[in-house]
T-cell receptor, first 120, second 115 residues
Framework: AQTVTQSQPEMSVQEAETVTLSCTYDTSENNYYLFWYKQPPSRQMILVIRQEAYKQQNATENRFSVNFQKAAKSFSLKISDSQLGDTAMYFCAFMKHRKAYGGSQGNLIFGKGTKLSVKP | NAGVTQTPKFQVLKTGQSMTLQCAQDMNHEYMSWYRQDPGMGLRLIHYSVGAGITDQGEVPNGYNVSRSTTEDFPLRLLSAAPSQTSVYFC??????????????FGNGTRLTVT
């Protein structure tokens, strides 16, 4: 079975600084997808960034980027120029590729989350 | 475009009561699912569906029932509520296959308290 581990329950960063959230996962699959979700106090689940396992290039979305190390099964999230609005819970998630569906059936396995506080 | 709509937003039940959490999506997504979120546990999959008439169990299905009679709706039923079911519940949907190009869309959650 797949597992996702986020080893930092809480982190804080000063506004405008850079912070990295760690995520490791365990799987025997070769093809899969990885995601980072943000959950602000509003409770909404917001997709931040995504990565396909067969793509070696690290994904970037504006101030958010990942360091994907497939051999090490590591998928860390870097937030540059942190803003107060980045304060939230961040969840790392894994989705298995399923041949029967030509991709995946959508079931996500989540880590337990990292609570990030951005301080002014 | 409403996306994924969950009702109610908040609910308080007494132990033993039954209720249905509603989930509807207007994006014609084949895949729908229910997750529960507990402090320190992340989100865990309860049940999911890959199309009308097809449902399957996730990681924590006990105490919950689902059905999928239409593409749009995927209600979650608590047959006899227990305090252990106090949680925040999320519904999510996507096209199939779910992937990089078709990620999950989440509803805004239902906070359920069982006393």
């Amino acid at each position: 079975a797949q597992t996702v581990t986020q080893s930092q329950p809480e982190m804080s960063v000063q506004e405008a600084e850079t912070v990295t959230l760690s995520c490791t996962y365990d799987t025997s699959e070769n093809n899969y997808y990885l995601f980072w979700y943000k959950q602000p106090p509003s409770r909404q689940m917001i997709l931040v960034i995504r990565q396909e396992a067969y793509k070696q290039q690290n994904a970037t979305e504006n101030r958010f980027s990942v360091n994907f190390q497939k051999a090490a099964k590591s998928f860390s999230l870097k937030i540059s120029d942190s803003q107060l609005g980045d304060t939230a819970m961040y969840f790392c998630a894994f989705m298995k590729h399923r041949k029967a569906y030509g991709g995946s059936q959508g079931n996500l396995i989540f880590g337990k989350g990292t609570k990030l506080s951005v301080k002014p | 475009n409403a996306g994924v709509t969950q009702t109610p937003k908040f609910q308080v039940l007494k132990t033993g009561q039954s209720m249905t959490l509603q989930c509807a999506q207007d994006m014609n997504h084949e895949y729908m699912s229910w997750y529960r979120q507990d402090p320190g546990m992340g989100l865990r999959l309860i049940h999911y569906s890959v199309g009308a008439g097809i449902t399957d169990q996730g990681e924590v299905p006990n105490g919950y029932n689902v059905s999928r009679s239409t593409t749009e709706d995927f209600p979650l039923r608590l047959l006899s509520a227990a305090p252990s079911q106090t949680s925040v519940y999320f519904c999510a949907s996507s096209y199939l296959p779910s992937s990089y190009n078709s990620p999950l869309h989440f509803g805004n959650g239902t906070r359920l308290t069982v006393t």
